[in-house]
């Protein structure tokens, strides 16, 4: 058993950067595979960025060149750089360990993009 715990939402306006962090209470290293994920309102979850054990990063196209995902294993922490934010951005950011369909998940952290 795992928690997530996600940090750094909060609002911004278009064109501005935050930076959200996913802290583990264990030890990460085991998962090959950990993301975010994001659900705006009235939509389901989508994937926004996975990155494996190896450190093969993949990008929704939305985001690709404006996102970017980290994770340090010895910190037990995953990170994602989000630069160029557009409105369309805003919604509940999720960190996920372990893949979509069996892995654990975080309790979300809010960003939102407004002038």
């Known amino acids: 058993q795992v928690q997530l715990v996600e940090s750094g939402g909060g609002l911004v306006q278009p064109g501005g950067s935050l930076r959200l962090s996913c802290a583990a209470s264990g030890s990460i290293y085991k998962f090959s595979i950990m993301g975010w994920y994001r659900q705006a309102p009235g939509m389901q979850r989508e994937l926004v960025a996975t990155i494996i054990r190896g450190g093969r990063t993949d990008y929704a196209d939305s985001v690709k060149g404006r996102f970017t995902i980290s994770r340090d294993n010895a910190k037990n922490t995953l990170s994602l750089q989000m630069n160029s934010l557009k409105p369309d951005d805003t919604a509940v950011y999720f960190c996920?360990?372990?893949?979509?369909?069996?892995?654990?998940w975080g309790q979300g952290t809010q960003v939102t993009v407004s002038s």
């Open positions: 996920n360990a372990g893949g979509s369909i069996s892995g654990y």
